[in-house]
């Protein structure tokens, strides 16, 4: 739909009052970018003048000082997967079970999704005192790569679910009438039909999931740990880049340089997540429209 | 339709999963509280709020100082951004033309997905040190004030943005027939209208400002102490439990599972205010806004 904004079609007095408020707001919003574009191009030209590839290939030197960050990038993908590897299929089923299952059961769905809102709103660091006692103390696992992973997986649960059911619950319901007057099992009508067609969506729930996850950094400081060498299993402790970044900052000194290369390649990869989602949101509107 | 067996185990699998899911939070509640029991039966509530400071190797634990750290911090937070995040969305919707508006936009948008831990170094490493230069310390209440109303004014302008949006074109007509100017269009007839997604948007930004760890940790100075100016350091209730947890035993662990245990609850009662106030649903919520239950898709 174009937008159309008022003072296109309206044609209104013009008092010096309004004058004032399209000042102030004008004001307000040149002071917001000026703001943001010095963050950013803060860390771009201070954090590029560090970026090699050996940067990303080699390892650290000196607690993060010098080389690179090759471990931390090892570890992140590994905290990544764990995480995924939960959440994908608990996200999935559980969509499902919202968008498809719920007619017959409301008060149940309403209680879910309560739930499930509730815990988007939890503080990550709740997260992480959650995770510290459960997954290290409890299942015994200590500081881990898996007690990480499995305390994001966790935190991105509600964010995937909902994006999962949203792309479910757009599919047509004549699709669903179809294939039901076909004689297609329950099981058939998802595989075969539901998942493909929503398929786009499933993915932007799964990119913004990752994204999401990348971002963390409060929830593992005391999950996953903060140890810098290479991890061997997944009981190894191992930072991810957001914590990396909070350590060189906080406790390195003289780390700052690494730290704001480090800052650029995490917002690097995490421009590149939501510019796919959004690619992938504009190809669904697209198809939506034809 | 025919009933398989795979269809009822798909059936019964996807319940399962959903169910388990639902438990996480009661789950998180359980623990915490099971964790923080030493908190009410050994060091008792009253100490929370009578101890003479947070001294937790001498068994005192006033957390007083950290509780108010965390609403001096976000109350200022929030009073920066809110007036700065709608005049920004007032902009956006109603003076911003094609190429400018797109862009701003974009910005923001780009800045929703920055990272906290991106914020808190980036104020650590340039705003502290100005700060620092102007009015010692640096790493203040207002650093932190000013980096944590940085990082929620994204969230404000996109969802009072929408908010606005959703008004009815008809009521602008109507304005514009009485022959209004654009200010009494704005403040009396928009904003009145977009009151309650505005609210929503607030208590959400209210809710991440509160529970945010990593920002106030970096730019915040961390010293347990009542402050007596925006000048001075101060550290939160997050940053606290960040701070101590790795080497926090017994009943000092104890008090730090409680501190967890009184963010949650804060922001659950905030989740509670908003639903009361949430009509409209926002598309760029970065939290997710509540919904109906008519369910329309559903297997026949």
């Not at chain 2, 009661?26 to 009410?40: D, E, M």
Request: charged fraction near 10%.
């Amino acid at each position: 739909m174009p937008r159309q904004y008022p003072h296109e079609v309206i044609k209104h007095m013009h008092t010096f009052r309004d004058r004032l408020i399209a000042w102030i707001s004008a004001a307000s919003v040149l002071l917001i970018t000026l703001l943001f574009l010095w963050l950013v191009l803060d860390i771009f030209f201070k954090g590029f003048a560090g970026l090699h590839w050996s940067f990303l290939t080699s390892a650290p030197l000196n607690a993060g000082r010098a080389g690179g960050i090759a471990p931390v990038i090892v570890s992140t993908l590994l905290i990544l997967g764990v995480c995924m590897l939960v959440c994908v299929p608990a996200g999935l089923a559980t969509a499902i079970h919202l968008s498809e299952y719920t007619v017959r059961n409301p008060a149940a769905a309403r209680l879910i999704r309560r739930s499930l809102d509730t815990l988007a709103g939890v503080p990550s660091i709740v997260f992480g005192l959650f995770g510290a006692s459960v997954f290290c103390d409890l299942l015994g696992l200590g500081y881990s790569i898996l007690s990480g992973g499995l305390t994001l997986a966790c935190m991105v649960l509600p964010f995937m679910i909902r994006a999962g059911e949203e792309s479910l619950r757009s599919v047509p319901q004549e699709y669903r009438l179809g294939a039901s007057a076909l004689g297609f099992s329950q099981y058939s009508v998802l595989t075969g039909i539901l998942i493909p067609v929503a398929m786009p969506g499933l993915s932007i729930g799964l990119i913004l999931g990752i994204g999401r996850a990348l971002a963390e950094t409060a929830a593992l400081i005391f999950t996953s740990g903060y140890v810098l060498r290479m991890p061997e299993s997944l009981l190894d402790s191992g930072r991810t880049l957001s914590v990396h970044i909070y350590d060189l900052a906080m406790n390195v000194s003289g780390g700052e340089a690494n730290g704001y290369t480090s800052a650029l390649v995490l917002i690097a990869i995490l421009v590149m997540i939501n510019t796919g989602a959004r690619i992938l949101t504009q190809r669904i509107v697209h198809e939506v429209h034809i | 339709m025919s009933r398989s067996s795979a269809d009822l185990a798909l059936r019964r699998l996807t319940l399962v999963c959903a169910l388990s899911v639902a438990c996480i939070l009661g789950l998180i509640t359980v623990f915490l509280t099971l964790a923080s029991l030493p908190a009410f039966t050994d060091i008792g509530i009253v100490a929370f709020v009578r101890d003479l400071a947070w001294y937790p190797r001498e068994n005192m634990f006033n957390l007083v100082p950290m509780i108010a750290g965390s609403l001096i911090v976000t109350a200022i937070a929030l009073l920066m951004a809110t007036p700065l995040g709608i005049a920004a969305a007032i902009f956006l919707s109603y003076y911003a033309q094609g190429f400018v508006g797109a862009s701003f936009q974009r910005l923001v948008e780009l800045l929703t997905g920055i990272p906290s831990v991106v914020f808190g170094f980036w104020g650590l490493v340039a705003i502290v040190p100005l700060l620092a230069a102007w009015h010692a310390p640096g790493a203040s209440v207002l650093a932190a004030a000013l980096v944590l109303a940085l990082m929620i004014l994204p969230t404000i302008i996109l969802m009072s943005h929408t908010a606005i949006t959703a008004v009815p074109e008809s009521y602008r007509h109507a304005a514009a027939a009485l022959s209004l100017d654009r200010f009494a269009m704005i403040f009396h007839i928009v904003l009145p209208a977009a009151f309650s997604g505005i609210i929503t948007a607030v208590l959400l930004a209210l809710g991440r400002a509160i529970g945010e760890t990593m920002v106030v940790l970096m730019v915040a100075g961390n010293v347990v102490k009542l402050p007596s100016s925006v000048f001075d350091p101060v550290r939160t209730l997050t940053a606290n439990i960040a701070l101590e947890m790795a080497y926090a035993r017994d009943d000092h662990r104890a008090a730090l599972f409680f501190s967890g245990l009184l963010l949650l609850a804060l922001v659950t009662l905030l989740v509670f205010i908003g639903e009361r106030f949430s009509s409209v649903r926002p598309e760029h919520a970065t939290a997710i806004s509540p919904r109906s239950d008519q369910t329309h898709a559903h297997f026949p």
